[in-house]
């Protein structure tokens, strides 16, 4: 089956100051499926999804996003796609001061017209699809963090965007908060017809959601596949990924000098 | 139901604040009583003004009946052209009499109004004509010692004889 | 030896160099609110929101701390001017000083660390949740729809503030001179209506407490805004929201103070 690409990114490179954060990425994200992004901590998983959204521009190469570069765009035309688009942020990013309706209803209040019963009823229904209708009178502060998450989650679906971005969607939550989100997360993308990518390093997780997974180490792409291809991989670093084994191609210390010199052994001795 | 809470509470604050400040215009400030609709101005000149500032009050009978608006220096005749601005209740004789007075000892001057008995009034931009200057303290010192000293070298010189 | 003394001199230039950057930061920032003020005052309800925020919540303080400033201005003018017998300019000496000095500065100084440090914290907050950038990549510029409320709705309460701040002064004022201490309740009032001037007094301190809550709530606005987006940074930024208002309320009041009341009586 031919499916065609939403998003193309070509030679990607970034960097903050002197600190080269990503060097050449290539990766294609096709549309209608869950594309999952991992790599280690810090490795610059949320920086791509800031270069995708253009709230950061590249050093070199391009993120071409249904046909457009997006460094390219004026802040017109940059608002307006990000419109199609929408992100979850790690801890869900919930405005505070807003009830849980109105969390949901801010982008339709911001960008249309609509009329009360109108958004009263899309925002229900959007609630109703992540099993909060009946906490839409909560605030935030009263959420328990799964449930957070989930109320982000349909915030981000609430103008039917194209592309939903997760980064980091399943960090501190419980193991039956973390399934719901991830089912969540399959099913939202196939019932809506958008497209996902996933940025995380919950492993079994993204391998049971996701359509294709590429892995980013040291600022390139280390390796990528299906997840069967990934589980059955033979690559050192994916295995080491895919198993949390603390000894491999990435190291556990962080680069230094030698462990003796540090100490100023040696010096004491003399 | 919490939005119209706030609503009201956001308008009893800005009524308050509307009110604090009429209570500063017209209760603090007394506006309205010197406004420029319901007033006229005269001029006088005056030789030495002393220490009179603009928006001292002029008084007549201890009354405050307006405010001097200007004092300029005229190159013409060489005193002080102080420019008031009075009540439009307030009507003054032709023939009223301007000095410059001191409230109190050290206190601070002021115009002083004492009408005379001429049938017709002071109109807007008109001339007092009679003046009397401000009594400066210096002057009057100088005067004083002036005297004492000429007093006691004509004893003196008196005793001599 | 010498090191440390050239590290510190390092480190100065390193803080001059930063401030100046802050200040460039800080310049474009406040242009980039003028700019995008149109939406605030096109959805004036989200101003209405904050005035509740910023006005409402801070009258409780304005109004104590008016009434107790009124109450000593009173107490002390009448015990300085009883000396030279004078003390029924008590109620000049009073509106004088509320409506000229303390109204608006009091009033600002409160309001910087009483709704000023709130603001800061809340829009700093803001930041470190990830909700302005969570806004961001929902094209709605955060500037517009959370900074921009705040600010107008500063702007708009601080001279109400300082009205009410003088006005429960002088009734202050009254309290202690005439009910308390005797003074005449006719000379009070009428030495007061005397000696203040609507246009150079009372207009005045109605523009000078206008360019504090300018000056004071685009502080606050920025110093959230600019805030380290961490716990420390954003309780950092509080307190500098507070210090640097205060210095500014007190440096601009000397300013406009010297425009405003020179060569008038």
């Not at chain 2, 400030?29 to 007033?39: E, K, V």
């Not at chain 3, 309800?45 to 509740?52: G, M, Q």
């Not at chain 3, 925020?53 to 009124?70: A, K, M, Q, R, Y």
Request: aromatic share 8%; charged share 15%; net charge neutral.
């Amino acid at each position: 089956m031919l499916t065609d690409t939403l998003i193309e990114i070509k030679e990607l490179s970034f960097s903050y100051g002197n600190r080269a954060i990503l060097k050449g990425i290539n990766l294609t994200v096709p549309r209608g499926k869950v594309v999952a992004i991992m790599g280690g901590s810090g490795c610059g998983k949320t920086t791509l999804l800031r270069l995708i959204g253009g709230s950061v521009t590249p050093s070199s190469g391009h993120v071409m996003l249904a046909g457009q570069a997006v460094h390219k765009l004026n802040r017109n035309d940059l608002f307006l796609m990000r419109r199609k688009i929408s992100m979850l942020f790690q801890f869900g990013a919930l405005f505070t001061d807003l009830s849980v309706f109105e969390n949901v209803a801010f982008q339709i209040r911001e960008h249309t017209n609509f009329p009360e019963s109108i958004i009263r009823d899309l925002v229900l229904m959007k609630l109703h699809a992540v099993g909060l209708r009946g906490a839409h009178n909560l605030m935030p502060a009263e959420l328990s963090g799964g449930m957070a998450r989930r109320v982000a989650l349909a915030r981000s679906i609430a103008l039917d965007p194209m592309l939903v971005m997760y980064d980091e969607p399943f960090t501190g939550l419980d193991p039956i908060s973390l399934s719901v989100i991830g089912n969540l997360i399959r099913r939202l993308t196939d019932a809506l017809g958008m497209t996902s990518i996933l940025v995380t390093h919950d492993v079994q997780e993204s391998l049971k959601i996701a359509d294709y997974i590429y892995f980013i180490s040291e600022g390139v792409i280390a390796a990528h596949g299906t997840p069967a291809e990934v589980r059955s991989s033979i690559s050192p670093f994916v295995h080491q990924f895919v198993h949390g084994e603390e000894n491999g191609p990435v190291p556990f210390h962080y680069p230094s000098g030698t462990y003796a010199g540090d100490l100023s052994l040696g010096n004491n001795f003399v | 139901m919490q939005r119209t809470m706030m609503d009201l509470w956001v308008g009893l604050f800005v009524m308050a604040g509307i009110g604090a400040l009429l209570m500063l215009a017209l209760k603090i400030g007394n506006l309205g009583t010197y406004s420029t609709a319901q007033s006229y101005t005269l001029v006088g000149n005056f030789e030495n003004i002393g220490g009179l500032k603009i928006r001292a009050p002029v008084k007549s009978a201890g009354v405050v009946v307006g405010r001097v608006l200007d004092i300029q220096f005229s190159v013409e005749t060489f005193d002080a052209v102080v420019t008031m601005q009075l009540d439009n209740r307030y009507k003054f004789p032709k023939d009223t009499f301007a000095s410059i007075l001191t409230a109190g000892l050290l206190g601070e001057q002021y115009v002083g109004l004492a009408a005379g008995g001429d049938e017709a009034p002071l109109k807007n931009g008109d001339k007092i004509m009679k003046t009397n200057s401000a009594i400066v303290l210096e002057d009057i010192i100088g005067q004083f010692l002036f005297n004492k000293a000429s007093e006691n070298s004509t004893s003196k010189s008196g005793g001599k004889e | 030896m010498s090191k440390p003394i050239i590290i510190n001199i390092q480190d100065i230039g390193h803080r001059v160099i930063e401030s100046i950057f802050r200040l460039g930061r800080a310049s474009r920032f406040f242009l980039l609110l003028l700019l995008k003020s149109g939406m605030s005052l096109r959805r004036f309800d989200l101003v209405i929101r904050e005035l509740y925020f910023t006005g409402v919540l801070s009258l409780i303080i304005i109004l104590i701390s008016g009434l107790f400033v009124g109450m000593v201005l009173g107490l002390q003018g009448y015990e300085t001017l009883q000396k030279y017998g004078a003390e029924s300019a008590i109620g000049a000496l009073v509106a004088l000083s509320l409506v000229r000095e303390l109204g608006p500065v009091v009033a600002a100084l409160l309001f910087a660390s009483r709704a000023g440090s709130a603001i800061t914290a809340e829009i700093g907050l803001m930041k470190t949740t990830e909700q302005l950038e969570a806004m961001g990549m929902m094209a709605v510029d955060p500037i517009a729809r959370v900074v921009a409320p705040r600010f107008w709705a500063g702007v708009i309460s601080m001279p109400f503030l300082a009205a009410i701040f003088s006005a429960v002064g002088v009734f202050g004022g009254y309290l202690v001179a005439v009910v308390l201490v005797g003074v005449d309740d006719g000379s009070f009032w009428s030495q007061m209506q005397s000696m203040v001037d609507f246009r150079y007094d009372i207009v005045n301190g109605i523009i000078k407490s206008c360019i504090f809550g300018v000056a004071v709530t685009a502080v606050a606005v920025f110093e959230g805004y600019d805030a380290v987006p961490t716990a420390q940074g954003v309780s950092g930024a509080t307190t500098r929201t507070v210090v640097t208002s205060s210095l500014v309320i007190l440096g601009l009041d000397f300013i406009l103070t010297s425009f405003m009341f020179r060569g008038v009586s």
